[in-house]
């Protein structure tokens, strides 16, 4: 163990603490009046959604994963929010992380089958842009691109409130 350590510290002095250090996350976080990061995943189609193709409308980008228990519990509110904003300017992109989603999310969707987009970041690639290491977050990116909130947590997105406060947003 100690010739472990000896290793470690000989390879940070000797500037081998890239290597050690290069996985870290980022502590870059995106935080409300920021312009939202822009970005291009596929969805469960195969189809390419990048987000600033989406300018002019409120899209809510929202992180989450299968094995995240507060993830599964919004997602039926969710859904409900999806649809209430169904005439809206509004678009509604759920971003799984899973290193493996591309495998898990296909069965999560036979049990729970939703109709709004399921986006793939398996390679952490828009994760690590956002700055997110807490499931779910959410960011409410205005019509112009800027991030309007964000949220961290589960939420009742279709409480009045929420979709009063959206369509006020996709309104405006």
Same mark, same amino acid.
């Given at each position: 163990?100690?010739?472990?350590?000896?290793?470690? =510290?000989? !390879?940070?002095?000797?500037?081998?603490?890239?290597?050690?250090? $290069?996985? !870290?996350?980022?502590? +870059?976080?995106?935080? %409300?009046?920021?312009?939202?990061?822009?970005? +291009?995943?596929?969805?469960? *189609?195969?189809? *390419? =959604? +990048?987000? $600033?193709? !989406?300018?002019? #409308?409120?899209?809510?980008?929202?992180?989450?994963?299968?094995? &995240?228990?507060? &993830?599964?519990?919004?997602?039926? $509110?969710?859904?409900?929010?999806?649809?209430?904003? %169904?005439?809206?300017?509004?678009?509604?992109?759920?971003?799984?992380?899973? *290193?493996?989603?591309?495998?898990?999310?296909?069965?999560?969707?036979? #049990?729970?089958?939703? @109709?709004? /987009?399921?986006?793939?970041?398996?390679?952490?690639?828009?994760?690590?842009?956002?700055? =997110?290491?807490?499931? /779910?977050?959410?960011?409410?990116?205005? #019509?112009?691109? +800027?991030?309007?909130?964000?949220?961290?947590? /589960?939420?009742?997105? $279709?409480? /009045? *409130? @929420?979709?009063?406060?959206?369509?006020?947003?996709?309104?405006?």
């Amino acid at each position: 163990m100690a010739k472990l350590a000896l290793i470690v =510290v000989l !390879l940070v002095a000797i500037g081998g603490g890239f290597y050690i250090y $290069s996985n !870290l996350p980022s502590t +870059t976080t995106v935080v %409300a009046g920021d312009l939202a990061p822009d970005f +291009t995943v596929e969805d469960t *189609k195969g189809n *390419k =959604v +990048t987000l $600033s193709a !989406l300018r002019g #409308k409120v899209v809510l980008v929202n992180f989450w994963a299968t094995w &995240c228990p507060p &993830c599964i519990e919004e997602m039926p $509110s969710m859904e409900r929010l999806n649809k209430f904003m %169904a005439k809206e300017d509004f678009v509604m992109l759920a971003i799984n992380t899973e *290193k493996d989603g591309r495998t898990v999310v296909p069965n999560f969707l036979k #049990k729970s089958p939703y @109709t709004f /987009p399921i986006l793939y970041d398996n390679q952490g690639t828009v994760q690590q842009q956002y700055g =997110v290491y807490k499931f /779910p977050e959410t960011f409410i990116v205005g #019509k112009d691109g +800027t991030v309007v909130e964000k949220i961290i947590g /589960p939420l009742d997105w $279709s409480s /009045p *409130k @929420t979709v009063a406060y959206l369509k006020g947003l996709a309104k405006g």
